[in-house]
T-cell receptor, first 114, second 113 residues
């Protein structure tokens, strides 16, 4: 079975540029999560969707961040404009339910903003 | 908010020894999960223990949960080099009416051959 697929795996870009991260969840999973991982702050939940609808975006750091899920098999996380402090590893995860179920993570996108 | 706090932050042992990692949390939980993260990879779910369970086993993994002390431990027996990774506990938490799975900072485990 294919797991959660993220692209790109690595992204290096200059500050001010728009960055788009992509995620394909596991088929049949109703929940999709976007996380950010840094050494200083650990793993932070940015936003999650249930059946393609954003449920909680309180973790999104600023208006520069936006996320969409146009259908059950695709989600994007966009940063515009990007800043050096956005450099981190961004993970997408999916699960059947929220609570009492494991989350399945992709291998992440390592983002470097110069 | 940081719900799960792992201890120790780093652990280095010899292959074949047992490794024990601890997790403490602050509020009531429905369940607690443990995840492993290999370098450069995503988190992988290891085991879930519900609040009404005290111990759970999966292969060489043993997890305990003490809700009175708000703590959990993960024991890896007969460690192998491939067990080298970071290990995270995660707890369900309701923050401002929204349910969230909150991860601790993790324990970096190194198994020396």
């Amino acid at each position: 079975d294919a797991g959660v697929i993220q692209s790109p795996r690595h992204e290096v870009t200059e500050m001010g540029q728009e960055v788009t991260l992509r995620c394909k969840p596991i088929s049949g999973h109703d929940y999709l999560f976007w996380y950010r991982q840094t050494m200083m702050r650990g793993l932070e939940l940015l936003i999650y969707f249930n059946n393609n609808v954003p449920i909680d975006d309180s973790g999104m750091p600023e208006d520069r961040f936006s996320a969409k899920m146009p259908n059950a098999s695709f989600s994007t996380l966009k940063i515009q404009p990007s800043e050096p402090r956005d450099s981190a590893v961004y993970f997408c995860a999916s699960s059947l339910r929220y609570g009492g179920q494991p989350q399945h993570f992709g291998d992440g996108t390592r983002l470097s903003i110069l | 908010s940081q719900q799960g706090e792992e201890d120790p932050q780093a652990l280095s042992i010899q292959e074949g020894e047992n490794a024990t990692m601890n997790c403490s949390y602050k509020t009531s939980i429905n369940n607690l999960q443990w995840y492993r993260q290999n370098s450069g990879r995503g988190l992988v779910h290891l085991i879930l223990i519900r609040s009404n369970e005290r111990e759970k086993h999966s292969g060489r993994l043993r997890v305990t949960l003490d809700t009175s002390k708000k703590s959990s431990s993960l024991l890896i027996t007969a460690s192998r080099a491939a067990d080298t990774a970071s290990y995270f506990c995660a707890t369900d938490e309701v923050i401002q009416g929204a349910q969230k799975l909150v991860f601790g900072q993790g324990t970096r485990l190194t198994i020396n051959p």
